[in-house]
C-alpha cells in the first residue's frame, strides 16, 4: 500500500525514467485547479529532491501563471503496465524561460523542441506511493508527432506570435509573464 518518503530513491527514479506520460497539478488561491498531461521525453530527475520537466508551446499557460501566485506543484506518474503503481511528487517550483540565465544552464538535458516554452524546477519535498490496483493497463505505441510538427511549421517567429495570442493570459485572467 501507500507510504510517503522524503525523498526519490533508486527504484522510484528508474520507474520515473520509464514513463511515457506524466501529469502536473497547480492552483491559485482562487479560480481553476490545473492539471496538464505531458510527455514527450521531457522529465528529468536532478537528484533526491530535485527535478525538472519541459514545458512545450500550448494552447493554455496556467501552470506558469499559477507558480507565479502559488509555487506548489504536484506531478503524478500512473504504471499502465507492470506492477501497479501511484506515485505522487509533491514540492515548490520555479519556472525559466528562454529570456533566462537558467534556461542556457538546464536547455541541453532535453532533447531539442520545437515551442519549447519553460522548463520547470521543482525542489520535491514529499513523494508519495500509492497502490495504483485500479489504473487500467494500456499499451503505448509511439508518441504523437502533431505538436511537433505543428511548432516547427511554425518557426520561432510564429511562435512568438502564438504565444502573444494564446499565452499571455491565463483562463482565469492573470497574466502568464510569458516576455517579461
Known amino acids: 500500500m501507500g507510504k510517503k518518503i522524503k525523498q526519490i530513491q533508486p527504484e522510484i527514479q528508474h520507474f520515473i525514467e520509464k514513463q511515457k506520460i ?6 491559485m488561491s482562487m479560480g481553476i485547479v490545473n492539471v496538464s498531461p505531458k510527455g514527450m ?7 533526491p529532491n530535485r527535478v525538472m520537466w519541459l514545458n512545450v ?13 502559488n509555487n506548489r506543484m504536484t506531478i503524478m506518474f500512473c504504471a499502465f503496465e507492470g506492477k501497479p503503481l501511484i506515485l505522487r511528487l509533491y514540492g515548490t517550483a ?32 514529499v513523494v508519495q506511493t500509492s497502490c495504483g490496483m485500479a489504473v487500467p493497463f494500456m ?19 510564429g511562435i512568438h506570435d502564438y504565444w502573444e495570442k494564446k499565452n499571455t493570459i491565463s483562463f482565469d485572467g492573470h497574466p502568464t509573464r510569458i516576455f517579461e
Open 41 to 47: 521525453d521531457s522529465f528529468r530527475v536532478l537528484g
Open 139 to 157: 499499451d503505448y505505441r509511439h508518441e504523437r508527432e502533431e505538436l511537433s510538427n505543428w511548432a516547427e511549421k511554425q518557426g520561432e517567429d
Open 94 to 125: 520555479k519556472a525559466y524561460h528562454p529570456r533566462d540565465s537558467e534556461w542556457t544552464e538546464y536547455i541541453d538535458l532535453f532533447p531539442k523542441m520545437a515551442g519549447a516554452r519553460q522548463i520547470f524546477d521543482v525542489n520535491v519535498e
Open 22 to 27: 506524466f501529469f502536473v497539478g497547480t492552483a
Open 57 to 69: 508551446t500550448g494552447s493554455g499557460n496556467e501552470t506558469a501563471t499559477h507558480i507565479l501566485e
